[in-house]
């Protein structure tokens, strides 16, 4: 099992993983995105990615309920998520699983404009005939990204928050988005043999520090700003993915 983990132990891995749950409980979404940009510091970002798929895959589903409103936000939100699948099977096809100094360049560019982003607070408002052809667009390029780095908020995030959803359809589209991505992925990782049974059994462990970290965070949450506590782990972004970026250089 520490040879699934690249020679750091799982309880490394645990404490990563419950860190990344807490960010989940207080701010609603990072969980994906902090476990890799943590694991990664330690592990190729291949073998990062396939500790996240059951965490990932199982939280995003819990979050995309309650699934009687699905039907009514997929016909929105569908071709997006369309695009989100063939970019990233496409993607893993062309360029293998994440690997070397330009997957971990790529990651941290990736971290860097998610939490320029957020930093940035910059929203846009798309009309439906924009939707109608970015919405594919917007799928593809997170696929593609997603397929590269491991990481699927870009640019998934600001695309569905042009979308002037109410703030529980927002979080319920990106359970949905965040799920298709980690389906997507997962296949993507085992096409390419870095999803092996002893990653999945892994990464099935991961689940628990992952719900324990949850439920830390909303604990957390009522005592604190969730807006301040999103700026810190914007900023811790922004170190990682800078340091990514130069030592991938």
Sequence with gaps: MLAVTEGVSLGLVAFVFLLAGLVKGVVGLGLPTVAIAV??????????????????????????????????????????QLGVLVGTLATAWALGAPAGNWARVGLGVALLLYAGWGLVGARFVIGPDTERWLGPVTGLLTGAITAATGVFVMPAVPYLQSLGLQRPDLVQAMGVSFTVSTVALGIGLGWNGAFPPAVLGASTLMLAPAIAGMWLGQKLGERMSPEMFRKVLLWSLVVLGGQMVLRGL
């Design 39 to 80: 694991l990664a510091q330690l592990m190729p970002p291949a073998a990062a990615a396939g500790l996240l798929i059951v965490p990932s895959l199982l939280t995003n589903v819990w979050q995309a309920r309650p699934f009687g409103k699905l039907g009514r936000l997929l016909r929105r939100i569908g071709p997006m």
